[in-house]
Nanobody, 122 residues
């Protein structure tokens, strides 16, 4: 059974940093990070392919966020630097079986974590 567990969210001041973790059990596959702010659609933030050979970043986070994976721990990280108030959202990680290439579109993903709140505010 696939389980995803996000952690690392919290309250941070503008310009600060957070590192989100997505611990996966069940299988190794592509992982996507998404976020959803109140009243907005879920947005693809970043993703990493099954073999870490493909990564994607939304234009809004390029140069500030970095995605990485620790295969020994089956955990994907999202390092978020220079955070802005508009980064405030619930962040989710997601995956699907045998997904080699990742996608910023949420529709191919079958399994989702419970989400972790990120709030950027002074």
């Amino acid at each position: 059974q696939v389980q995803l567990a996000e952690s690392g969210g919290g309250l941070v001041q503008p310009g600060g940093s957070l590192r989100l973790s997505c611990a996966a059990s069940g299988f190794t596959s592509a992982i996507g990070w998404f976020r959803q702010a109140p009243g907005k659609e879920r947005e693809g933030v970043s993703c990493i392919g099954m073999s870490d050979d493909v990564t994607y970043y939304a234009d809004s986070v390029k140069g500030r966020f970095t995605i990485s994976r620790d295969h020994a721990k089956n955990t994907v990280y999202l390092q978020m630097n220079s955070l802005k108030p508009e980064d405030t959202a619930v962040y989710y990680c997601a995956t699907a079986a045998f997904m080699r290439l990742c996608s910023p579109d949420p529709s191919p993903y079958d399994y989702w974590g419970q989400g972790t709140q990120v709030t950027v505010s002074s």
